[in-house]
């Protein structure tokens, strides 16, 4: 079974989606929504590499998942307060 995340206003999404995405943004990828399609885009000052076609194909089984993600305003790594 799946476990879901509801994310802070915003969308509820499988974790492992959303494990996948921080993923990706630790490796110096940023996620993007351009209509239905999901587009990534490596930082500024990260050098592009290929990604392995393991992770190509867990982008592919959560593109609508991590659509959500990347459409989503809010943070998503917890804020910690002092």
Same mark, same amino acid.
């Given at each position: 079974?799946? =476990? &879901? +995340?509801?994310?802070?206003?915003?969308?509820?999404?499988?974790? !492992?989606?959303?494990?996948?995405? &921080?993923?990706? !943004?630790?490796?110096? &990828?940023? +996620?993007?929504?351009?209509? =239905?399609?999901?587009? &990534?885009?490596?930082?500024?000052?990260?050098? =592009?590499?290929?990604?392995? !076609?393991?992770?190509?194909? !867990?982008?592919?089984?959560?593109?609508?998942?991590? +659509?959500?993600?990347?459409?989503?305003?809010?943070?998503?790594?917890?804020? +910690?307060?002092?």
């Amino acid at each position: 079974m799946t =476990e &879901l +995340l509801a994310l802070v206003n915003g969308p509820v999404v499988p974790l !492992e989606a959303l494990r996948l995405a &921080l993923a990706l !943004e630790d490796i110096g &990828l940023t +996620l993007y929504a351009d209509g =239905e399609t999901l587009r &990534l885009r490596f930082r500024a000052d990260v050098t =592009e590499t290929p990604l392995p !076609e393991a992770t190509r194909a !867990e982008i592919k089984r959560w593109k609508w998942h991590l +659509l959500a993600i990347a459409s989503y305003g809010g943070p998503l790594r917890p804020q +910690l307060k002092a």
